[in-house]
């Protein structure tokens, strides 16, 4: 049965390895919900953080294929219990909202935040779960969004994983 995995995948920072991740995913036929990179927290070993739909058996097997990839240090797979995670979302809608009592108290009770204010847009921000995000995303439609983007998926995990990672290489 297919269940939602995040992978970690800890690499040298080297041109063209996103490609070369992402063919791995695509060889196999997964499409992936979600994809974030960036700097781990030790300099120069990147960290992509892929989520996406599979079954154990697949991702044992996607596991040894991205570990087999000469500039990948290791590979963790992850179910969502195992880690803490949120995703970002930037919302635009029109100044004049702002007057409506029912929109601020949507932004209120979603903890989200405004962050800039113009004369002809608002940009607020939530920070959350997939489904809190899309929740406002819902309601605010009903008044008007003019622009959104949500990113990737960042985690980390609850216990202590990535102790047996291999960060230099001899």
């Known amino acids: 049965m297919k269940e939602e995995f995040t992978l970690s995948v800890f690499t040298e920072n080297s041109i063209g390895m ?16 979600s994809l974030t990179v960036s700097e781990s927290e030790v300099k120069q070993v990147f960290k992509y953080t892929v989520v996406f739909k599979s079954t154990q058996e697949q991702v044992d097997k996607l596991i ?13 797979a992850h179910k969502n219990s195992d880690i803490i995670y949120q995703e970002l979302a930037l919302y635009k809608v029109k100044t004049n909202l702002l007057s409506n009592t029912q929109v601020e108290q949507i932004i209120r009770e979603s903890q989200a935040r ?18 809190e995000i899309e929740n406002l995303f819902t ?10 983007t949500r990113s990737g998926r960042v985690a980390i995990t609850k216990p202590m994983k990535y102790e047996e990672l291999p960060l230099i290489r001899n």
């Not at 996103?18 to 919900?33: A, K, Q, Y």
């Not at 405004?114 to 489904?131: P, R």
Request: glycine fraction near 6%; charged fraction near 25%.
């Open 114 to 131: 405004i962050l800039s204010v113009d004369k002809d847009f608002i940009a607020i921000e939530k920070t959350g779960y997939i489904e």
């Open 18 to 33: 996103l490609t070369r991740i992402t063919n791995v995913f695509t060889r196999r036929h997964i499409n992936l919900d």
């Open 139 to 148: 309601q605010l439609s009903n008044y008007g969004v003019l622009e959104f």
């Open 64 to 76: 040894g294929q991205l570990e087999r990839l000469v500039e990948v240090f290791k590979v963790f």
